[in-house]
């Protein structure tokens, strides 16, 4: 029972280099997000995706892209890296963003990136 | 957007020891979540938790809705509970996007 995965763990980007971060949930859940955790700021969404086909900006959406790619997939893309990015970057899950009492988070385990 | 704040920020105990965290709120919300974060990294979700008290071995959490406010209590601590605890709220205003407070990072010293 695998939950969240995401790939890669460990990435190291010039600055103005692209990478996509891949994701993907056995848990049949709808709901996908991406959040970013930087020393002492918590964890801040970046993107989500409540079901199948919708995408949505969060919190701090600049400078990235994303792709709900199929119901298990949402992938994160950096189209032009830069050092403001270096952080640790949390994929997640939950049943139905829609619906309140069904969105218990599931993360998966991180990927630390770093822009030189 | 809701605000929400964690305190203490930091806090170290010895084994053994009780302690407190307590997670703010700006605003009415639907849902609140507390979660443990390992020295690892990996996030792991302790308590969802929109009201009342809930109990889970040496945890518990109990939140207090209309006064905005959640504690989690961690009895007789133990080194493997150390970690960042997080809480995170979903806004009642119709969006149910959780949103995290900074987290109390806890050290349980031998």
């Known amino acids: 029972n695998a939950g969240v995965t995401q790939t890669p763990k460990f990435q190291v980007l010039k600055t103005g280099q692209s990478m996509t971060l891949q994701c993907a949930q056995d848990?049949?859940?709808?709901?996908m997000y991406w959040y970013r955790q930087d020393p002492g700021m918590g964890l801040r969404l970046i993107y989500y995706?409540?079901?199948?086909?919708?995408?949505d900006k969060g919190e701090v959406p600049n400078g990235y892209n994303v792709s709900r790619l199929n119901k298990r997939e949402f992938s994160l893309r950096l189209e032009s890296a830069a050092p403001s990015q270096t952080s640790v970057y949390f994929c997640?899950?939950?049943?139905?963003?829609?619906?309140?009492?069904?969105?218990?988070?599931?993360f998966g385990a991180g990927s630390r990136l770093t822009v030189l | 957007g809701i605000q929400v704040e964690q305190s203490p920020p930091d806090l170290i105990l010895q084994e053994g020891a009780n302690s407190t965290l307590r997670c703010n709120f700006s605003?009415?919300?639907?849902?609140l979540q507390w979660f443990h974060q390992n020295p690892w990294g990996q996030l792991i979700n302790l308590f969802y938790?929109?009201?009342g008290t809930k109990q889970n071995g040496r945890l518990s959490a109990t939140t207090v809705a209309t006064e905005r406010y959640s504690l989690l209590y961690i009895s007789s601590s133990q080194t493997t509970d150390s970690g960042v605890y997080f809480c995170?709220?979903?806004?009642?205003?119709?969006?149910?996007?959780?949103?995290f407070g900074r987290g109390t990072s806890l050290i349980v010293h031998p």
């Open positions: 997640a899950s939950s049943q139905n963003i829609l619906l309140s009492g069904a969105n218990v988070l599931t």
């Open positions: 848990m049949n859940h709808n709901s």
């Open positions: 995706s409540a079901s199948e086909g919708t995408t």
């Open positions: 605003d009415s919300v639907n849902n």
């Open positions: 938790i929109p009201s």
């Open positions: 995170a709220v979903e806004g009642a205003g119709g969006s149910y996007i959780p949103t």
